[in-house]
């Protein structure tokens, strides 16, 4: 899973080695920053029109005159589609795969504040379709973005902002969510798969873990994050399973 934070400091990351290693080539890079990037028309607070259809976003690598008239392009078009028209714009501006693949990881790892917000949107440099990556995970497996625990049952299967609720429309969208969830669920989304990852990362940061003494929270809850996390997986794939049942897709 490629997680990005929201800082310009570790822009670098992702437009020289991160993106390199990865294979990725990219023309834009956008940025998330708050939760009236959810796709719509309306503003989330004030409930008019938004004042710009670029309002929620931060343009982190491109042209402020190319880059953002075709991102204001893109939200307005997912808006003013329907039916046929909308499925071959969607098909030729989106990655839709690539989409809902984002959006199960987002659902399964519980990320309530990265729906609307805390993602990232690049153009892909071959395709010029847009993809979608996480960008700030802090709020995940079972905590809040303030390390409080908030249950297993926060983040509904369907996910939340208005393009994946007009994805959702059409029965192929939510056959290859629906496929792309259940390969999760046999084969990553497992404490057998996911457990021997915790250990590695604890044998790693374990010793500066003891001796970090502006750690907000005890030696103790560090020690026991594992099982926490592993209860999170087992109760999160019993919620997820039931939810897909019920779902017509």
Known sequence: MIVLKASTSRLNLWTQPFSKKRGIGFRSILYASNDSADFSLIDPIHRGNKSSLFDGYE??????????????????????????????????????????????????????DGFDQNYALYEHRKTGKYRIIPWDYEGTWGRNCYGRPCGSDLVRLQGYNNLTEKLFQYSACRKIYRAIMNNLLVNQFTVERIDPVITRYYKQITPAIRHDFTRKSSYDTFLNEPSFILDYVRERRAIIKAALKAWKA
């Open 59 to 112: 343009l982190k690598y491109g042209s402020n005159k190319v880059t953002k008239p075709k991102l204001v392009r893109f939200v307005r078009g997912i808006n003013r589609y329907t039916g046929k028209n909308f499925v071959a714009f969607t098909a030729k501006k989106l990655d839709i795969k690539q989409y809902l693949l984002w959006l199960a990881g987002a659902v399964l790892t519980g990320n309530y």
